[in-house]
């Protein structure tokens, strides 16, 4: 079974609670606070597995939830540090967020991604000593892991892609130019998944090739299986539209390629204008059949691609369709990497449930909820980048405009966990 589209959830550790104590040692008056803090959660961390082409391995598993940071000891101790969950995926893996759709990270040839960030371990009360306040009976509690669900969708890394109907011989193509070995049947759907293959030109270049299947007729809005496979074309620098040139089972080859185009077209107007070479397969039966070779080249130098014919039988002029692909690759541009569409506000404000309630006491505002108590312990609020941010969150997540509908002005304090600041509209 192939497996390219699943919906994951993902909660990173939280981090350990800060240790109230204090120092209990013979002999010495007045240790002092000594709390040590509490650990890091751990991280859900994304990592390309390098071998693999299908997202199988999600099939029964779609939960994955970090070790919590430890909390922190007496004499100083620090918590353990939560352990973070490795998430292994092919690459090519499109990681998106399940409310927004937003693209979170392309996992296209990059280093491990850091998914979701544990908590921040709290601190002890050692730190909350002063010269005024020398027995702090209090410490501070670890925040939040980061949670959230997400969608991975494999878009597979392919320089070249096949297309074309069923039983063209694309399948028989692919393992002729390639050491790939699909499955092979004169009968329609044979291929059930894509296939890749390594294409060789010399000297240790060469292309990455795939036989896309199930496209039909309608495959754009979902029937049969080209809707689950276009995507997989979607990152393909050249197509080779692979057609039966021989008219044996009474297929006519212009109509095919209109076809098949428009499909392309229908899904997205980048895949309908992607470079194609077309690749007229089962030439040595064309005296067979009953196509009309004058008005399919004609067809074809009209419509501005470059042909080929081919046997992918007998290996009539494979040399030179791998030649014509490797001279076209040449002069297009590198395979697509999907920009992030996920900003840090993004990151940091919950897309389900958000309670957030305010109080008003005198001039003073009070602000709290769950998810603004974790941001709190996110914030540097000495920094000036940090409070930028800050402000955006505030502003994106609703927190201003529910702050003005409870009669907050111009000159009123707002308070969020302690920390204070004036109300500015």
Not at 60 to 68: D, G, I, M, S, T
Request: charge should be negative; glycine fraction near 12%.
């Amino acid at each position: 079974m192939f497996v390219d589209h699943v919906k994951i959830y993902v909660r990173a550790g939280d981090g350990g609670d800060g240790k109230v104590s204090f120092r209990r040692e013979k002999y010495v008056a007045a240790g002092g606070p000594d709390g040590g803090d509490g650990g890091r959660g751990g991280n859900i961390v994304l990592k390309i597995h390098e071998g693999t082409n299908t997202l199988l391995s999600f099939r029964y598993k779609r939960k994955f939830v970090a070790e919590n940071g430890g909390g922190g000891e007496a004499a100083k101790r620090h918590g353990a540090n939560g352990t973070d969950v490795i998430i292994n995926v092919p690459a090519g893996t499109i990681v998106r967020d399940a409310a927004s759709g937003k693209i979170i990270k392309d996992m296209s040839n990059c280093e491990p991604y850091i998914l979701c960030k544990g908590g921040r371990g709290g601190w002890g009360n050692r730190h909350f000593a002063t010269p005024t306040r020398q027995i702090p009976k209090f410490a501070k509690g670890g925040t939040k892991g980061e949670e959230k669900e997400v969608i991975l969708e494999l878009k597979m890394l392919a320089d070249v892609g096949l297309v074309g109907f069923p039983n063209v011989g694309k399948s028989s193509l692919i393992s002729r130019i390639s050491a790939a070995k699909p499955k092979i049947a004169n009968y329609h759907f044979t291929t059930l998944s894509p296939s890749l293959g390594v294409v060789s030109t010399g000297e240790g270049q060469g292309f990455v090739c795939a036989d896309i299947p199930g496209l039909i007729e309608g495959a754009s809005d979902g029937l049969g299986l080209g809707h689950e496979f276009l995507r997989h074309v979607d990152r393909c620098r050249l197509l080779l539209h692979v057609v039966d040139v021989s008219g044996i089972e009474g297929r006519d080859p212009i109509e095919d390629i209109k076809a098949i185009d428009a499909e392309l077209a229908k899904y997205s107007d980048n895949l309908g204008s992607r470079p194609q070479i077309i690749v007229a397969n089962k030439h040595d039966m064309i005296d067979a059949g009953a196509t009309d070779v004058e008005a399919f080249e004609k067809f074809v130098k009209e419509s501005g691609r470059e042909l080929v014919y081919i046997s992918a039988l007998n290996g009539e002029n494979l040399d030179k369709l791998v030649q014509m692909t490797a001279e076209a690759l040449k002069d297009l541009p590198p395979l697509t990497i999907y920009e992030s569409e996920y900003t840090e506000e993004d990151a940091v404000i919950p897309t389900g449930e958000r309670k957030t309630e305010v109080r008003r006491e005198n001039d003073t505002f009070f602000v709290e909820g769950e998810w603004l108590y974790n941001l709190m312990g996110q914030v540097n609020t000495d920094d000036y980048e940090s409070l930028s941010f800050f402000s955006r969150v505030l502003q994106k997540a609703g927190v201003i405009e529910l702050l003005e509908e409870h009669g907050c002005t111009d000159g009123h304090t707002v308070n969020i966990y302690g920390f204070e600041f004036d109300f500015v509209k």
